[in-house]
């Protein structure tokens, strides 16, 4: 997945948080969004994810040559996000069937618990995640990020709340990733910034 | 697209059958409402045209009670972003349609069949244009509070700005409902019902039309 | 500034010959008024057509044509001053059905160069439409180019473009308040009561209610950017709603206003076709100057938001 970012700017109450940010991502690569806090990292990941519109500037991404439009960018893209809250009424294997069925994708009661595994979740709990620690949340996240294997993946802040073993997970995950598609993280923690092939600081006010 | 949307519909009846939020207070409300109108109206004897109209001034107040949960559950739970995520916004759109069309017809056959029970004085002369009118109603109820309700969604005083952005736009349905259902109950004549079931039907299209069109502009941040 | 002070004149100017110029009906009106009630007055304007003779019981009468070109005998109780020398007259009568003469009750003047007609029903108050139709229409004007931007707002997302739709709308609130004021005033002396739930009442109370709804949803969002996306996006739903009110109410309710369904008196006011040509000058000078008066309105709130950036330090 090619990314292509010109002259991104986005105004919260007619205030600039930032402006005319430029970069391009390929494939293949884990680039990095750092900056202090309250300097936009969630923001510009929110634009690149197509979930906020900038006040200034596009994005356009493809694959393999192809355009993808920001309505379609769904589809091809995984997210992940302290902000982000998944149905807590559902068990884990609800909420897993249910993302699978709004994508339309076929997952059986054994691709479930193999993500369950994946990231180290108990298979067998039935209760709803509602009652889930949020190290455990955020393992859910990362199942809801790539259940439908995308070609990209934006992870914010992504070892938040994790324990080693979670962290290890993540870094799998990315090392996965990384093989066939792009992931962009926005972080400011080093273990995750090692993990970056280049970065891009942010230099918005908070 | 509409595999999308059905799936949002079940997660949403789902999720509802799970934590009974809405239904049992909305059915609560219905009986309540019903139970202050036959105590005001002990002794009185209305007319069925009379009768009509607080018919659907309570299919009116449960639908600004109800009609708006779905979006703003998803609001205020925060799934919004997760919604976002997993499909575009003419599905959202339509699942949360469906649902509230679902929701807004179980309410308002409750609510029929309440009135035919209870109040002796409702007689209806052609009941099936009736029926077909009270259906052509609801779904005009659910298409135009869908779009207000994903409005509110995002605003502040979500509870009392329902009524208030709904009711100028919904109130030619009101009428033009109101006239109807007052022919089928009086005097049915099909030359004096059908502009305003023309009417009806007219609403239904245009105000689908405009929310498909104007729904992701609201949707997204 | 010159364009400014020819305004105010333009608007005072068309506002005192809209209220000064009298009201003078002709014969077709008194034979109309007769059938309903004989005792009724009304103002006529005539020319004299024959010298002034004495009648039997003491007073005098003249032989005089109504505008239509209507000969008539205009009976005097006392033979009116330079009666041999004046070639036309203003003045309030009635017409007698069984004698089948014209009793003038008070001279009021000459004949007038223009007046307007005589509309049986509205007389003097049909006066208020130079100023209540103009704010009618306005009210209309301001809500259509509020929407117009709003959609502007939508496409480039430009808060330039909000703040012109706020703008509008704020100055449309306004004169639908005026409207609906000036509106009710009058009913209650033309109708009886101030709000009758005629149709194009009944569309303006409408019309107050969206543009309520529309300023409570504004106050109710913090970020702006949303704040217009949702205001733009209310806008655009109450334009293709409320136009339905049109169909619906003459379904629902008797019309009252000139133009309605069922409206077969006072036809020439508003229909432009049949008004009389010198109220339609009047009106449309009034309507462009409420045009010009809303442009200016529009402009000074233009400039007060600039200065309101400016001092927030967030000009653009
Ligand atoms: N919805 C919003 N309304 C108003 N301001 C906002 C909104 N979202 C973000 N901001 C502002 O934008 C700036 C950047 O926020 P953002 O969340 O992108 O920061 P960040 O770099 O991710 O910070 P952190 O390291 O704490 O996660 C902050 O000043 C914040 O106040
Ligand atoms: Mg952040």
Known sequence: ?206 | MLKQAFAIFWKDLASELRTRYAINALLMFVVVTLAVIMFALVGETLSPGALTGMLWVVMFFAAMSGLSRSFVAEEERGTSMTLQLLATPTAIYLGKLLFNLLLVLALNIFIVLLFLLTMDQFTVAQIDLFWFVILLGSIGIASATTIIAAIIAKANTKGTLFPVLSFPVILPLLMAGISATKIAVEEPMWDTVWPDLQLLGSYIVVVITISFLLFEFVWKD | ?316
């Open chain 3, 1 to 316: 500034m010159w364009w400014k002070l020819l305004l105010f004149f333009w608007i005072a100017a068309f506002s005192a010959v809209g209220l000064v110029t009298p009201i003078a009906g002709s014969l077709t009106e008194l034979s109309m008024i007769a059938q309903w009630s004989a005792e009724k007055a009304i103002p006529v304007k005539f020319r004299t057509a024959g010298e002034p003779v004495s009648a039997e019981d003491g007073g005098w009468v003249i032989r005089g044509t109504d505008k239509h070109g209507h000969d008539a005998d205009f009976h005097f109780s006392a033979i009116p001053e330079n009666a041999g020398t004046r070639d036309g007259y203003l003045a309030t009568a009635r017409y007698d059905t069984t004698a089948h003469r014209v009793e003038v009750v008070e001279v009021l003047g000459e004949y007038p160069g223009f007046s307007f007609p005589f509309i049986p029903g509205l007389e003097e108050r049909a006066k208020i439409i130079f100023f209540h139709v103009p704010m009618a229409w306005m009210t209309v004007v301001a809500f259509l180019v509020s929407m117009w931007f709003g959609i502007q707002y939508l496409r480039k997302k430009d808060l330039e473009d909000d703040f012109r739709s706020v703008a509008s709308a704020g100055l449309g609130l306004l004169f639908c308040v005026l409207a609906t004021t000036t509106g009710s005033l009058w009913a209650k002396f033309n109708w009886g009561s101030f709000w009758n739930w005629d149709p194009r009442q009944t569309s303006i109370f409408v019309l107050l209610l969206v543009y309520g709804a529309y300023f409570a949803l504004r106050s109710a969002v913090e970020i702006e950017e949303k704040k217009a996306t949702l205001s733009a996006v209310y806008n655009i739903i109450a334009a293709a709603t409320v136009p339905f009110f049109i169909f619906i109410m003459p379904r629902i309710m008797p019309g009252l206003h000139p133009g309605s369904a069922d409206d077969n008196s006072a036809g020439p006011v508003v229909s432009s076709g049949g008004m009389d040509a010198i109220m339609r000058f009047v009106l449309y000078s009034m309507l462009g100057g409420f045009l010009v008066l809303y442009g200016w309105l529009m402009r000074i709130q233009g400039r007060l938001h600039r200065i309101k950036l400016k001092r927030a330090e967030l000009a653009p």
């Open chain 1, 1 to 206: 997945m090619q990314i292509s970012a010109t002259g991104i700017g986005k105004k919260f109450n007619r205030r600039s948080i930032f402006r005319e940010v430029d970069f391009s991502v390929e494939t293949g690569e884990v680039f990095g969004i750092i900056g202090r806090n309250g300097s936009g990292k969630s923001t510009l990941l929110r634009i690149i994810g197509g979930l906020l519109s900038p006040s200034a500037g596009s994005i356009s991404y493809g694959i393999n040559g192809t355009d993808v439009s920001v309505e379609h960018l769904h589809r091809v893209m995984g997210y992940a996000a302290p902000y982000l809250t998944l149905y807590e009424e559902f068990s884990a294997a609800e909420n897993i069937a249910l993302y699978a069925k709004i994508r339309g994708l076929q997952k059986g009661s054994s691709d479930i618990a193999a993500l369950l595994d994946r990231v180290g979740l108990p298979t067998d709990r039935k209760d709803p995640i509602r009652a889930y620690s949020s190290g455990m949340m955020q393992r859910m996240k990362l199942i809801f990020s790539i259940l439908h294997e995308p070609p990209l993946l934006l992870l914010d802040e992504p070892i938040s709340n994790l324990d080693r073993e979670g962290m290890a997970v993540v870094y799998d995950i990315v090392a996965e990733q990384k093989k066939t598609g792009t992931v962009i993280i926005a972080t400011n923690d080093d273990e995750d910034i090692a993990q970056c092939d280049r970065t891009l600081r942010v230099e918005g006010r908070a």
